[in-house]
């Protein structure tokens, strides 16, 4: 049982370039989300998807896109990177546990946008 | 608006003493809080959670007090160890619409705890 993967470990990106993050899960939890984390600011829900085909925006979701084809896989795609992106991404999937969904993160992606 | 607070972003304690975390909150939505720690170049992991029905959950050393009327919450890790140095996010869900698998992070503490 892998858990949560998330490949690159790292990234370095120009300005416009475009990329996909990827994200995937061998626990067939339902509930997937992509985060953020810069320096001093925690961690920000960009996106999340409840099951397949269906996904919604969270706090940030401006530049971001995702899709939901498998249960397994939740990629993150940066269409035109800005240097405001630079951050580490945080996958995770979720398990409903007792009143809420006790979440399941992998180990990130430090991206750079120069 | 931050809806989770973390006042403090750093915290050191000796180890063998108790290490007192804290976090409050403005949504009274809210209805589950959780805990996770974060080592450098880690993802976060659970650690413990609180259902906004309680006001104490306990797990080994780790301990969480939830005041709803103060809308405050606390970790206490007794007693305190050297491999609880790290990062720990005070993160709750519910909110406006019941979004119960959204979670809001605070924006951390860094525990330090010295030999």
């Known amino acids: 049982n892998a858990g949560v993967t998330q490949t690159p470990k790292f990234q370095v990106l120009k300005t416009g370039q475009s990329m996909t993050l990827q994200c995937a899960q061998d626990m067939n939890h339902e509930y997937m989300s992509w985060y953020r984390q810069d320096p001093g600011m925690g961690l920000r829900l960009i996106h999340y998807?409840?099951?397949?085909?269906?996904?919604d925006q969270g706090e940030v979701p401006n530049g971001y896109n995702v899709s939901r084809s498998t249960t397994e896989d939740f990629p993150l795609r940066l269409l035109s990177a800005a240097p405001s992106q630079t951050s580490v991404y945080f996958c995770?999937?979720?398990?409903?546990?007792?009143?809420?969904?006790?979440?399941?993160f992998g180990p990130g992606t430090r991206l750079t946008v120069t | 608006d931050q809806q989770v607070k973390q006042n403090s972003p750093s915290l050191s304690v000796q180890e063998g003493r108790i290490s007192i975390l804290n976090c409050d909150y403005t949504?009274?939505?809210?209805?589950?809080f959780l805990w996770y720690k974060k080592y450098p170049a880690e993802g976060p992991t659970f650690l413990i959670s609180?259902?906004?029905?309680?006001d104490k959950n306990e797990d080994g050393r780790f301990t969480v007090f939830l005041n709803k009327s103060a809308k405050h919450l606390s970790l206490h890790i007794v007693p305190s160890q050297p491999g609880d140095s790290a990062v720990y996010f005070c993160?709750?869900?519910?909110?406006?619409?019941?979004?119960?698998?959204?979670?809001?992070f605070g924006k951390g503490t860094l525990l330090t705890v010295n030999p």
């Open positions: 993160a709750a869900s519910g909110g406006s619409g019941g979004s119960n698998y959204k979670l809001t």
């Open positions: 998807s409840v099951g397949a085909g269906i996904t």
């Open positions: 995770a999937s979720s398990l409903y546990r007792g009143n809420t969904y006790e979440q399941y």
């Open positions: 609180i259902s906004s029905i309680k």
């Open positions: 949504n009274s939505m809210f209805d589950y």
